[in-house]
């Protein structure tokens, strides 16, 4: 099993950019795909980003192509979400999630362990 911890949340402004981070400090968080989803509040949870365990394979939502990347450093144990020129409608509760797939994943029930969840906040 494997605990992810999502880190790097916070407020921006739109346009700017922010980090997220998810980390999984007791386990082997390498031994799994990774993805990003987002829940705004009264919506359900959204795919954002998914990156293979290897780093080779990435998938994103169409809503952030262009704006976000996706990517590990296996040696650190831990993927990152870098998302750039941000919006008020990207504002959401970020979802760190691990796959026991190869390939990543796009839907939410192809994963099997979730972080708790980090906030972000755009302001116009």
């Known amino acids: 099993q494997v605990q992810p911890v999502e880190s790097g949340g916070g407020s921006v402004q739109a346009g700017g950019s922010l980090r997220l981070s998810c980390a999984a400090p007791t386990s082997a968080l390498w031994q799994y795909s990774v993805g990003w989803f987002r829940q705004a509040p009264g919506t359900g949870r959204e795919f954002v980003a998914a990156?293979?365990?290897?780093?080779?394979?990435?998938l994103y939502t169409d809503s952030v192509k262009g704006r976000a990347t996706i990517s590990r450093d296996n040696n650190k144990n831990t993927v990152y979400l870098q998302m750039n020129s941000l919006k008020p409608e990207d504002a959401a509760v970020f979802y760190c999630?691990?796959?026991?797939?190869?390939?990543?994943?796009?839907?939410?029930?192809?994963?099997?362990?979730w972080g708790e969840g980090a906030q972000v906040t755009v302001s116009s």
């Open positions: 990156i293979s365990r290897s780093g080779s394979s990435t």
């Open positions: 999630a691990a796959s026991t797939l190869v390939l990543p994943p796009g839907r939410e029930r192809e994963y099997h362990y």
